[in-house]
T-cell receptor, first 112, second 113 residues
Framework: GESVGLHLPTLSVQEGDNSIINCAYS??????FIWYKQESGKGPQFIID?????DKRQGQRVTVLLNKTVKHLSLQIAATQPGDSAVYFC???????????FGQGTELSVKP | ETGVTQSPTHLIKTRGQQVTLRCSSQ?????VSWYQQALGQGPQFIFQ???????GRGNFPPRFSGLQFPNYSSELNVNALELDDSALYLC????????????FGQGTRLTVV
């Protein structure tokens, strides 16, 4: 079956706090991982990506961590804002015709 | 905005009918992938097109077919629609076939009744 999954279906955080969204993958051959944000009624929006030869990558208010030993991926959002409320998906690439394998998603809810 | 546009945004079809969905890729992107997203689920890969040829396919039956045109725009065709085909259909364009930095359109919401 599909190999990417998320530990928690929902996450609620207070505005201003940091958020951590987790993802497990099972295919050790995957060499590329992406986090997407999807707001209601919209397509997935690219947030940040990381290649398997890296452990960490930082963007604006976001950090992705990759632990290949335990096949775990996480997305950290600093100073979470109401506009961050959305469903977050991790996806992995097996380099098989560009196929991205998505997890089920985590719904992030930010409380004011 | 990603520059990837899809049409129509919403569509209602009857079981057994055929449907064509369209996608215009981001400028400069030569690769288009199609995904099906059921409610509450992550997107599922249908297939990818590169230089007007299919370049990889997911676990979807042959009644799901596609085309890519010289300008890199693409169509997804679904024949003999079934109720379970009701979903959000997403198009993603990228500069390469490896799936990296794939940017999605807003999707077409298909409802089969």
């Amino acid at each position: 079956g599909e190999s990417v999954g998320l530990h928690l279906p929902t996450l609620s955080v207070q505005e201003g706090d940091n958020s951590i969204i987790n993802c497990a993958y099972s295919n050790s051959a995957s060499d590329y991982f992406i986090w997407y944000k999807q707001e209601s009624g919209k397509g997935p929006q690219f947030i940040i990506d990381i290649r398997s030869n890296m452990d960490k990558r930082q963007g604006q208010r976001v950090t992705v961590l990759l632990n290949k030993t335990v096949k775990h991926l996480s997305l950290q959002i600093a100073a979470t804002q109401p506009g961050d409320s959305a469903v977050y998906f991790c996806a992995e690439n097996h380099n098989q015709g560009g196929k991205l394998i998505f997890g089920q998603g985590t719904e992030l809810s930010v409380k004011p | 905005e990603t520059g990837v546009t899809q049409s129509p945004t919403h569509l209602i079809k009857t079981r057994g009918q055929q449907v064509t969905l369209r996608c215009s890729s981001q400028s400069g992107h030569n690769t288009v992938s199609w995904y099906q997203q059921a409610l509450g689920q992550g997107p599922q890969f249908i297939f990818q097109y590169y230089r007007e040829e299919e370049n990889g396919r997911g676990n979807f039956p042959p009644r799901f077919s596609g085309l890519q045109f010289p300008n890199y725009s693409s169509e997804l065709n679904v024949n003999a629609l079934e109720l379970d085909d009701s979903a959000l259909y997403l198009c993603a364009s990228s500069l390469n076939t490896g799936g990296t930095e794939a940017f999605f359109g807003q999707g077409t919401r298909l409802t089969v009744v």
